[in-house]
């Protein structure tokens, strides 16, 4: 298990170190004058921008900027912002609860709604519930997320008068408002999730429970709820574990649009403002913070193989 794990881990470095390079070079191919934008007028002095060239040691070649940039993260440090003049990590510490508050939330939507309901459509196979769960799973994966957020948000304000609430709270300042706030985001996030998880499990309970294994489990007089748990939806779950792990992924980066629409303060609409603002350093690694869960996530998913299934053994 320990080699195994640290055959993982060190796989990981070359993936890191390409994305690096692809996060360094695409930061710097968003079109716009970063001087422009920091003076915030079109007509500069050539000898402020050289300055602010070099404090950012853009003067430099690309392949020097880049081990430069390399060396301060691994030391620690991703660098500090052009616009705000404070730590990239200080900044990121400051918003991460936020978005990780909404991506939990909304695996939690889509664990919650998606298995149970792929399990039922399993055990009800061709039958009317069958099918009305997997239209409405069909619909959940053709709406994008960001719609959805904006027809809660457009709907229920003209139908009822209700909106979220205007300014964000935390989780330990006041829960009932912080819940308000995160709910409509994160449900409108979970539904794209919650139909690939319905429709990955019926399937795999469908195959699962056609296996010897679970006919010889009832002929044994356990019972169906005995079956379903520790036979039937134990094995099920591998497919479901490798969706969930790889659709991660993409459930942070919905949360940047999400965090824009119900002006949420986190990870996302640092990023957008910092894109906007052409805040290199900001965007680098915000990026590149991100990249790290996502490869560390699928890294927890490959090491959850061998709990769901005692047949998975690592070497």
């Known amino acids: ?18 994305l690096s390079i692809l996060i360094f070079a695409g930061v710097r191919v968003i079109p716009g004058d970063v001087c422009v934008i920091v003076t915030q007028s079109p007509e500069v002095d050539p000898e402020r921008c050289d300055v602010l060239y070099n404090k950012l040691g853009l003067d430099k070649p690309a392949v020097e900027q880049y081990f430069s940039w390399m060396g301060n993260v691994l030391s620690g440090n991703l660098g500090t912002s052009i616009i705000s003049e404070r730590g990239v990590w200080d900044q990121i510490q400051g918003r991460l609860s936020v978005t990780i508050e909404l991506a939990l939330l909304s695996v939690f939507f889509s664990v919650i709604v998606g298995v149970p309901s792929g399990v039922y459509s399993a055990l009800h196979q061709d039958k009317f519930g069958d ?7 069909i619909g959940w994966l053709s709406m994008p997320s960001f719609w959805v957020a904006t027809l809660l948000v457009t709907f ?4 009822w008068g209700y909106g979220p609430p205007v300014v964000y709270q935390s989780l330990f300042e006041n829960p009932l408002s912080n819940l308000e706030k995160l709910f409509l985001p994160s449900f409108s996030l979970s539904l ?3 139909g690939s998880l319905a429709r990955i ?15 010889t489990a009832r002929a044994k007089g356990l019972s169906e709820r005995i079956v379903l748990s520790r036979h039937a939806l134990k094995n099920a779950m591998l497919p479901v574990i490798t969706l969930l792990g790889l659709q991660l992924g993409t459930l942070l980066g919905g949360t940047i649009i999400l ?13 957008l403002s910092s894109v906007t603002l052409k805040d290199y350093p900001q965007i680098q690694g915000i990026v590149l913070f991100f990249a790290i869960v996502v490869v560390m996530l699928n890294l927890l998913v490959d090491l959850s ?8 053994r690592y070497s």
Not at 156 to 159: G, L, N, Q, R, Y
Not at 201 to 215: A, F, K, P
Request: hydrophobic share 50%; net charge positive.
């Open 156 to 159: 229920p304000a003209k139908w």
């Open 192 to 194: 794209v999730l919650a």
């Open 201 to 215: 499990t019926r399937s795999t309970m469908l195959e699962v429970m056609g296996q010897d294994y679970i006919r």
């Open 259 to 271: 965090e824009s629409i119900y002006a949420l303060p986190g990870l996302g609409t640092l990023l």
């Open 305 to 312: 193989y061998g709990w769901f299934d005692p047949r998975v």
């Open 131 to 137: 099918f009305a769960l997997r239209i409405l799973t």
């Open 1 to 18: 298990m320990t080699q195994y794990i640290a055959k993982r881990l060190l796989a990981t470095f070359p993936v890191l170190f390409v």
